[in-house]
């Protein structure tokens, strides 16, 4: 079963930096998962923010954050980052960090088709 850690989370000022790492547990061969960032502010759905095949290393991301932010990975620790830069209070928000088993296809920023997901970590950005 995988599990997903996130941290790194925290409180910044508008046009600040912050990096978000998600550990990846359990027994799993990590590149056989398709790994993403989504966020959630209240009061609003829960949106993709990025994602990774790792196969390949393809990585997507919406067009809210392309540019600023940058996801990574690094297979050997099985984990995963996501470096924000630029920050809005816009940005502010539950972080989650999610996988779903695939041999070949990511489904990119769409939510319903992860199924493993972590706790969350709060970002916080005032202007």
């Known amino acids: 079963v995988l599990q997903l850690v996130e941290s790194g989370g925290g409180s910044v000022q508008a046009g600040g930096s912050l990096r978000l790492s998600c550990v990846a547990s359990?027994?799993?061969?990590?590149?056989?998962?398709?790994f993403g960032w989504f966020r959630q502010a209240p009061g609003k759905e829960r949106e993709g923010v990025a994602a990774?095949?790792?196969?390949?290393?393809?990585?997507y991301y919406s067009d809210s954050v392309k540019g600023r932010f940058t996801i990574s990975q690094d297979t050997a620790k099985a984990t995963l980052y996501l470096e924000m830069n630029s920050l809005t209070p816009d940005d502010a928000a539950m972080y989650y960090c999610?996988?779903?088993?695939?041999?070949?296809?990511?489904?990119?920023?769409?939510?319903?088709?992860?199924?493993?997901w972590g706790q969350g970590t709060q970002v916080t950005v005032s202007s």
């Open positions: 999610a996988a779903v088993r695939t041999i070949a296809y990511c489904p990119q920023l769409r939510d319903s088709e992860y199924n493993y």
């Open positions: 359990g027994y799993i061969v990590y590149k056989r998962f398709c």
């Open positions: 990774i095949a790792p196969r390949d290393g393809t990585t």
